[in-house]
């Protein structure tokens, strides 16, 4: 089942003098249940890909249709009730809420989709044990490591159950061992609920782990293989 | 997670940015309102001082006496128009009164005065000259003598900083002289002793005496005792000489009053000034004194006026002491409005600050799901909480000054006494109790507020989500 479909998508920058085609005709899906990485040098296009991905920006040509929705029809607002609903997001740099524990940045977004308080703490609580942080939960962002952030950020963007997570570098500002452990976790989600993961990535650890890898150069695909790494 | 709760979590995230800008809020709202009190505290204190020992709320007048306030604009009261002003549910009675000017002397100076004859029982229903009736008072020689006695040390020092000064009761002069509990037993026989006087007040049988100022007293050297000479011009150019003995010394809050006022009875002024019958004015009083009720009593009286005569209330009869406080309290407001500036610029660098600082958190929010306009309520409520906490602490803190200084009004002395003399006013700065003016100065800081907020608002709303991430 397709969660999303990129039909020849083009973004350009117009900057001072020069016009950009950060991506450049890009046509791509994703199934259910993807492990995807989108590799590339820097100024490919993997984040701007990305963001249009993720409803964040608007493309200047083509089309996203995600679990159903043409991402171009919607309003602002009708585009950030998107994201809350169907969108994970997990950053290079954490993005957590500074003044909430880790407990209440894991079910932030599900305050925000007005789940049952119980319901909220219960699913909380679940995450919080499957990124193994059950016992820093009354934490604070700035009383955590970067990886133990990371693995927070990760439990927030899946807490929900979105249609599939997108992640920024997840591993760039963390150690081996952090970065090891924080893919451990997400394969595991990615298998026990079937989320869909794509990546954007330089990060070697990760291409290693992805089952499918997607290669973009001057904003183009330029190759889009499965791997026979099973998780 | 409440909104209000994330906020109020948000605003103790940098609290040395939160406390800064709290604190700048509270000074300036405590300073407005010490500031404001102060300010409205002398101006009420003045009219009240004006209208209770010399105009009243209202006067029966000669249309031309405002213009040219001398005898010949004087007029005979009858009592028909007496009785139906007196009908007036509003009013509760009418005192005639003759005022004119003379030159008194006693000794060897002379001084131009301000007649003033009245009927004192009829007065004091109104009035409270009264109560300004001089008790204690610290002369050249009574502070010597003071000064010889055994005093404890405060008191004695503060003898000589009081000297020259006069008090009406004994309460005022133990809390200027800072006189405690256990030295008033001792200390008191000795006030008695030096600087007490035996001031009374007129009755209406009290023909051939005067009251007069203390000002005029100190300048004339004349004492409860001595003779004042009063000489001038009567009614059509009929010239005036009468002697008076001083029954009382009266302490006059306005000091240009107290140093010309010399008040008789009636009947001995329009002896005096050969004007039988005649007064220049009557004092209207009232029991209701609000503004809105006042009007309308000066309306309803104005229709039952003779030709010739008006009704004036003590703003018509004070435009002057009106004028000059309206340009004072504009010179107020326009300090406070500095003030307030200094105040806005701070807070809007805190927002500046703040917005610039968690831009990337912004867009972070926004990115997983947070609408602008519910973002936008959480920064608004938490500049609300910054101005609140001000606004509180500002009110609070100013709450016991404003009513200590209501309670124990500040007084000048020395050189800052005589610059406000020389004014004409009296050198008392009391404090106005919380009044609506403590409501506007919270309304104030909630515009500037609202400016602060409506900025940050205008930034969220035009959040642009990519760049935020990045920044």
């Known amino acids: ?231 | 997670m409440k909104n209000y709760q994330l906020a109020w979590r948000n605003l103790w995230r940098n609290k040395r940015r939160t406390l800064i800008t709290a604190a700048s809020v509270f000074f300036a709202v405590f300073f407005a309102l010490v500031m404001r009190s102060f300010q409205l505290g002398t101006y009420e204190k003045m009219y009240r001082d004006v209208i209770e020992s010399y105009s009243g709320y209202l006067q029966l007048q000669h249309s031309d006496y405002l213009d040219e306030s001398n005898l010949d604009n004087g007029f005979v009261l009858e009592q028909p128009l007496t009785d139906i002003i007196e009908s007036d549910p509003n009013v509760t009675g009418v005192i005639p009164k003759l005022e004119s000017f003379a030159l008194a002397a006693s000794g060897s100076r002379t001084q131009g005065v301000m007649v003033i004859g009245m009927d004192p029982d009829n007065e004091q229903k109104t009035l409270n000259i009264k109560n300004r009736l001089i008790k204690y008072r610290l002369t050249p020689d009574a502070t010597e003598a003071l000064k010889e006695e055994k005093l404890p040390a405060r008191t004695a020092k503060l003898v000589d900083v009081f000297s020259g000064e006069a008090w009406t009761d004994e309460k005022s002069l133990i809390s200027d002289l800072g006189i405690s509990d256990d030295d008033s037993a001792a200390v008191m026989p000795l006030f008695r002793k030096h600087a007490s006087l035996d001031s009374r007040y007129l009755t209406s049988a009290d023909s051939g005496s005067a009251v007069i100022g203390y000002g005029l007293s100190r300048y004339l050297s004349a004492d409860v005792g001595d003779t004042l000479v009063v000489m001038g011009q009567g009614y059509h150019g009929v010239s005036a000489a009468g002697l008076f003995v001083i029954k009382g010394i009266v302490s006059m809050p306005n000091p240009e009053i107290d140093n010309a006022f010399v008040y008789i009875t009636l009947a001995d002024a329009q002896y005096l000034y050969a004007a039988s019958g005649m007064v220049t004015s009557a004092i209207i009083s009232i029991s209701d004194t609000d503004d809105k009720e006042l009007l309308q009593t000066q309306q309803r009286l104005a229709a039952s006026c003779n030709s010739g005569l008006v009704i004036r209330n003590w703003k018509e009869m004070n435009a002057l002491l009106l004028n000059q406080m309206e340009a004072d309290n504009k010179s107020g407001a326009i300090m406070i409005g500095i003030l307030y500036l200094v105040i806005a610029f701070g807070v809007f660098g805190t927002v500046l600050m703040m917005m610039a600082e968690r831009r990337r958190e912004f867009g972070m929010l926004v990115s997983i799901g947070m609408q602008k306009r519910k973002l936008a309520g959480i920064v608004g409520m938490e500049m609300l909480f910054i101005g609140l906490l001000g606004v509180v602490a500002g009110v609070a803190a100013s709450l016991p000054v404003v009513y200590y200084g209501y309670a124990r009004p500040l007084r000048f002395t020395g050189e800052m006494a005589k610059m406000y003399e020389e004014y004409g006013f009296e050198p008392v700065m009391p404090m106005l109790l919380p009044d609506t003016y403590y409501l506007w100065q919270a309304v104030i800081v909630l515009l500037i507020l609202l400016i602060a907020i409506t900025f940050s608002v205008r930034r969220i709303f035009k959040l642009n989500i990519i760049n935020a991430l990045r920044a």
């Open chain 1, 1 to 231: 089942m397709k969660v999303v479909e990129i039909n020849d998508v083009f973004k350009t920058y117009h900057d001072t003098e020069v016009e950009v085609k950060a991506v450049n005709g890009v046509t791509l899906s994703f199934e259910r249940g993807d492990f995807a990485v989108i590799v590339g040098p820097s100024g490919s296009g993997k984040t701007t890909l990305l963001n249009l991905i993720g409803g964040l920006d608007q493309p200047t040509a083509g089309e996203i249709i995600v679990a159903g929705h043409r991402l171009s029809e919607l309003k602002p607002s009708e585009l950030i009730d998107f994201r809350m609903e169907h969108v994970g997001f997990v950053f290079q740099s954490y993005n957590l809420i500074p003044v909430l524990t880790a407990s209440e940045n894991v079910g932030f977004i599900m305050s925000l989709q007005k789940w049952p308080k119980e319901k909220r703490i219960a699913r909380t609580d679940e995450m919080l044990q499957s990124v193994g942080l059950a016992d820093r939960h009354k934490s604070r962002p700035a009383q955590l490591s970067g990886g133990q952030q990371q693995r927070v950020a990760v439990a927030r963007a899946l807490a929900p159950r979105p249609e599939f997570i997108l992640a920024d570098e997840p591993t760039a500002n963390l150690d081996t061992k952090s970065a090891e452990t924080l893919l451990d976790i997400m394969e595991k989600l990615n298998r026990e609920e079937e989320m869909t993961f794509i990546f954007s990535t330089h990060d070697a650890r990760v291409v290693k782990r992805a089952r499918r890898v997607i290669t973009l150069e001057d904003g183009k695909v330029v190759s889009d293989e499965r791997t026979n790494h099973n998780s």
